[in-house]
C-alpha cells in the first residue's frame, strides 16, 4: 500500500445541520478538523484513524448534502468521520456519512458507509491499470468503484 490516500466523504442531513456544519468548517485548518472531530489518544491513527490528513476540496452539494475530499496516511480517516456523524446526529438524527476512498496505486479502492459512530462498512477491490490507456479512470477504477457494494 502507497502512503497517501484520496477520501471523498459526502455528509447527508436536513438543510439546517447542513447550514451548521458548513458554517463551522468553512475556515477550518486540517488541525482544527482533527481537534474538533478527534476522538481522544496520543497519536493521530488513534483520533481520526490515519497518520495525518490534509483537506484538498470540500463543497455544499445541494441543501441536504456536503462533500469533503481528504488525503490521509494509508487509511481513511474513520474515526474522524465517525466522529463528524455523531456530531450531525445530535441536530439530526437521520444524519449519515458515504463516500470513496482509494490509494495512489489503487491498491486498495474502497467504499463506505457510516449510518452511526457504531455501524461502519466497508467493500474494497484492487485495481492494476492500464497506465498507457489515458483513461484509465474511465475504463477500469470507475467501473471497479461501481462494482462494490456495503
Not at 456519512?97 to 467493500?123: L, M, Q, V
Not at 477491490?125 to 475504463?139: I, L, Q, S
Request: aromatic content about 14%; glycine content about 4%; some cysteine.
Amino acid at each position: 500500500m502507497a502512503n497517501t490516500c484520496t477520501n471523498r466523504i459526502q455528509l447527508h442531513a436536513d438543510k439546517a445541520t447542513i447550514d451548521w456544519f458548513e458554517e463551522l468548517v468553512e475556515d477550518f485548518t486540517d488541525e482544527q478538523f482533527i481537534e474538533q472531530f478527534g476522538s481522544k489518544g496520543d497519536h493521530n491513527i488513534d483520533r481520526i484513524g490515519s497518520k495525518w490528513i490534509i483537506r484538498d476540496d470540500y463543497y455544499r452539494e445541494d441543501d441536504t448534502e456536503y462533500m469533503l475530499g481528504f488525503e490521509s496516511a494509508w487509511y481513511p480517516p474513520d474515526t474522524m468521520i465517525k466522529n463528524i456523524v455523531a456530531q450531525l446526529q445530535e441536530r439530526d438524527e437521520h444524519a449519515y456519512a458515504d463516500g470513496r476512498y482509494w490509494d495512489e496505486n489503487f491498491d486498495p479502492i474502497g467504499i463506505f458507509h457510516c449510518n452511526s459512530p457504531d455501524k461502519w462498512e466497508t467493500a474494497e477491490t484492487t485495481v492494476e491499470p492500464d497506465w498507457e490507456d489515458e483513461m484509465y479512470w474511465d475504463n477500469e477504477v470507475e467501473p471497479a468503484f461501481e462494482e462494490l457494494e456495503v
